[in-house]
């Protein structure tokens, strides 16, 4: 049998320190309790923190156990109980805002889609569920990229195709979008994937807090980025997914 | 131009919705509360109408306030019921001589057995161009009229009135005791076993036959049209209609060409076929009904194939087997495995409806080997819906002769991507699922609109509708499924050779 990894093995360590301590620990503190030196301590804690299994308290610095963590074990979610969930309001996306919908979940660095509805023209149009989309050209995949940092940062170890001349394909610019995408909650791409087509997502969040999904509306640049239009069909794909995010609480 | 909205009431078996709609067909407001079953004995199922009316008045006036419309601007109640499920009620106080007796109710079985006995019975199908069968309300009727001491002479003396669940809401709504409308809509009506289904009147050898005094029963009405003001809401509005929750659905669907067909996929499933405005009279199992009348012009017919159980074989997976945490966990258990392993379920729980009506039926897994895992199972259950529609549109084919359109599909289960590509490749059809899943509310809405001028006729409502998925029937699969539908037929005869055992 090979051997454990180290570095795992002290994270697990530390998560298990915390969890005993039943509330905040310091990294002195901790770096004690499971004695290692503190710059190591501080090193596993920063990686435990940028995948949410610990949080820190921006008052004290203290460390406890993260969201990420306790979502993990606790609730596995089926996809097509997600879709059965959010069929409603994603069909209400649709018709409110005249574009194809997708929702989509994590797979890597792709993205599968669990649930598509068709644009509301009655053009013909082919069911996509079960389709993968590559996470870093469209609005869906950049929300759930955005929200798993670690498989993010792996962006950087494999070349991103280019699928369009619009498609980013520099890590770094790709990351600073990503981060933009956590903080206003939103992610969008034009023309990224397919030249003339534009997106806007916003993540779905499950009971542990996890985001388990992506809500998307999808269609031509024009109409979907026009000055007019954009913030208010932004507003809408993010009431959306809120409401599903919602509906998955109850 | 200012919005205008209309209010629409799905009273169903569960629970009583309120649910507003703009112009487009959107939905902007629901409200939704649920009633209790009673099961007062084996096979007995009971609703309190008195808890139902209190539940239409609170979530109405709930879902217009949500709406916070200027005055004016919602302009008409359209009531969309759960169908068969039968009212006895005082005319002078409003209460309920009994509670009501539900569609699931089999206690009238003995009593249609009996009467299916006398020699004169035909008579039921030729006129109604139904089963005689304990699904409908007639039967429901007389057994209250047997059960309840004088409950006859009070009925003849005009004391006692009778409806389905929506003659109940408009009389309570117009007024109740106090001048309240006693109507029914005709869809409803075609559902009782005492219409003659081409007069679309109370017909008197019916009365005759099931024994129910004329004096109790509403007068039959259009579905679209004006029934009376709903003077019980916050804010008086027009009743512009009425339907049976299935005929909303087709209504709701936009069905109004014939050959038109939908399909609801809920606890049960229900496929109508519009077909048009001359009554056909099926040779193959289905019932003829009517699927909803303007006021002034004729009734349009459709052919009807109700099928008793079909979502509820996934609920009975979850809560009886345990195999699944939640329904849609049907379609992850399914796509472990490629096939159903040679594994069949008939979900005869009480019977099979159309088109075999064989009420003595009885549930079987067949096929079963050592290989068959629960996946297989889960398979099989979703097949079970599949081949229980295709078995209903091979009637309808043969009855109809109407071109086949696309299917149209509403209902919780039609989030089933594995189910919805079955039924595809099965009837050999392509499936379609509109924007607005809420069928049932949506087609009281446009009846009760259609009505009050909301919309200027049926095409402005077809505008309205969109697709907002489709499955299309992969060739290779279709040849597949052709090849394994006799194992089904197999099943299905020996779950009526089950129920017929010594």
Redesign the interface.
């Known amino acids: 049998m090979p051997g454990t990894v180290q570095s795992i093995e002290r994270a697990a360590t530390l998560l298990h320190a915390i969890a005993q301590s039943g509330g905040q620990m310091g990294v002195t503190e901790l770096a004690g309790a499971v004695d290692l030196p503190k710059t190591t301590t501080h090193g596993l804690l920063r990686t435990l923190l940028s995948v949410g299994f610990v949080e820190q308290d921006p008052r004290t610095g203290r460390y406890s156990l993260g969201a990420g963590l306790l979502g993990l074990g606790t609730h596995y979610l ?4 997600l ?3 959010a ?2 309001w994603a ?2 996306l ?3 805002s005249g574009f194809a919908v997708r929702l989509g979940t994590p797979a890597g660095l792709q993205v599968v889609v669990v ?4 644009r ?3 053009s013909p ?3 996509e ?2 389709a993968l989309l590559p996470a870093h050209a469209t609005a869906v995949g950049k929300v759930l990229l955005a929200s798993r940092p670690a498989v993010a940062r792996s962006l950087t170890d494999v070349p991103l195709d280019a699928l369009t001349p619009r498609t980013v394909v520099d890590p770094a610019a790709l990351l600073a979008e990503l981060q933009a995408t956590r903080a206003r909650g939103w992610a969008e791409q034009r023309g990224e994937y397919r030249l003339g087509v534009a997106g806007i997502a916003a993540p779905v969040h499950g009971p542990g807090g996890l985001v388990v999904g992506a809500l998307g509306i999808s269609g031509p640049v024009e109409e979907l980025d026009a000055p007019g239009a954009r913030g208010e069909l932004r507003a809408m794909v993010v009431a959306a997914a809120a409401s599903v995010t919602r509906e998955l609480l109850t | 131009m200012r919005e205008r909205y209309v209010l629409a009431v799905d009273q169903g078996t569960t629970s009583t919705r309120s649910i507003v709609f703009d112009r487009g067909g959107r939905l902007v407001a629901v409200r939704q509360r649920e009633h209790r079953q009673h099961f007062p004995r084996p096979g007995w199922v009971e609703h309190d109408p008195e808890e139902i009316w209190a539940n239409t008045q609170l979530t109405a006036a709930q879902a217009l306030r949500d709406v916070a419309a200027g005055p004016g601007q919602v302009v008409a109640l359209g009531i969309a019921n759960q169908r068969e499920t039968t009212v006895v009620w005082e005319r002078a106080t409003g209460r309920p001589v009994v509670n009501a007796l539900v569609w699931q109710d089999t206690r009238t079985g003995p009593l249609v057995e009996r009467l299916a006995a006398r020699p004169d019975a035909a008579l039921v199908r030729e006129r109604t161009g139904l089963e005689l069968a304990g699904y409908f309300a007639g039967p429901r009727l007389r057994w209250v009229l047997d059960a309840v001491p004088r409950a006859r002479e009070r009925a003849e003396r005009g004391e006692l009135l009778a409806g389905t669940m929506e003659s109940w809401l408009v009389w309570n709504l117009t007024g109740g005791a106090d001048g309240g409308v006693h109507v029914t809509d005709v869809t409803n009506a075609s559902r009782t076993l005492l219409m003659d289904v081409r007069t679309c009147e109370w017909d008197a050898d019916l009365l005759d036959f099931f024994g129910v005094p004329a004096a109790m029963l509403p007068e039959i009405r259009p579905s679209v049209g004006v029934l009376g003001t709903a003077s019980a809401l916050p804010v008086p509005l027009p009743i512009g209609g009425a339907l049976g929750d299935q005929q909303a659905a087709l209504f709701g669907q936009t069905c109004f060409a014939p050959g038109e067909a939908k399909c609801t996929y809920g606890t049960g499933s229900f496929l109508l076929q519009n077909t048009g405005t001359e009554l056909v009279r099926s040779r193959h199992g289905l019932i003829s009904t009517v699927a909803y009348q303007l006021a002034g012009e004729p009734v349009h017919y459709a052919l009807e194939g109700s099928i008793a159980v079909t979502g509820a074989l996934v609920q009975w997976l979850r809560d009886s087997l345990g195999l699944i945490g939640s329904a849609p966990e049907v379609e992850t258990l399914a796509r472990t495995v490629s096939d159903n392993g040679g594994c069949y379920v008939v979900p005869a729980f009480s019977g099979l409806l159309a088109p075999h009506w064989e009420g003595r039926a009885r549930g079987l897994v067949a096929g079963l080997t050592s290989y068959v895992t629960k996946g297989h199972l889960a398979r099989a259950v979703l097949e079970a819906t599949g081949w229980q529609t295709r078995d209903v549109v091979r009637a309808m084919d043969a009855d109809s002769g109407l071109p086949r359109t696309a299917l149209r599909v509403d209902g919780g289960m039609t989030t089933n991507n594995l189910l919805m590509q079955f039924v595809a490749d099965a009837i050999d059809c392509s499936v379609v699922r509109p924007m607005v899943g809420e069928t049932v509310s949506l087609g009281a809405a446009y009846a009760a609109g259609l009505a009050v001028g909301v919309w200027s006729d049926t095409g402005a409502l077809r505008r309205n509708w969109h697709r907002s998925a489709q499955w299309v029937p992969d060739p290779a699969r279709v040849t597949a499924l052709d090849a394994a539908y006799p194992d089904w037929e197999h099943a299905v005869r020996l779950s009526i050779a089950w129920g017929e055992r010594p």
Do not use: K, L, T, Y
């Open positions: 089926d996809a097509n109980e879709r059965s969930r069929s409603n069909d209400s649709a018709a409110r649930h598509h509805v068709f509301p023209d009655d149009q082919e069911m569920v079960g």
